[in-house]
Nanobody, 119 residues
């Protein structure tokens, strides 16, 4: 069992930046790909980024060049750095752990943190 808690969301103006944090606890994490998803109002959840268990880090085309991920494995913390934010980035952001080599089918979800970007 893995427990995830996100923080760092808030209200920011377009062009601004935020850093989301994900604190993980529970079992060992060696078997999981780790990523971020988001759900915008009226839209389905979509993958934003994924640190693959096997072959690198991926970003959705919509955030590529603006968002980056980092981690502090010793502290069981993962981060989503969001720059040049746009109103269309407004969403609830979720940290996810997915068993296996990609983030397509998350096994665990955090409770989510709201990001609102004003124009």
């Amino acid at each position: 069992e893995v427990h995830l808690v996100e923080s760092g969301g808030g209200l920011v103006q377009a062009g601004g930046s935020l850093r989301l944090s994900c604190a993980a606890s529970g079992s060992t994490f060696d078997d999981y790909s780790i990523g971020w998803w988001r759900e915008a109002p009226g839209k389905e959840r979509e993958g934003v980024s994924c640190i693959s268990l096997s072959d690198g880090t991926y970003y959705a085309d919509s955030v590529k060049g603006r968002f980056t991920v980092s981690s502090d494995v010793a502290k069981n913390m993962w981060y989503l750095h969001m720059n040049s934010l746009k109103p269309e980035d407004t969403a609830v952001y979720y940290c996810i752990f997915a068993k296996g080599v990609d983030c397509i089918d998350p096994t665990y979800w955090g409770q989510g943190t709201q990001v609102t970007v004003s124009s």
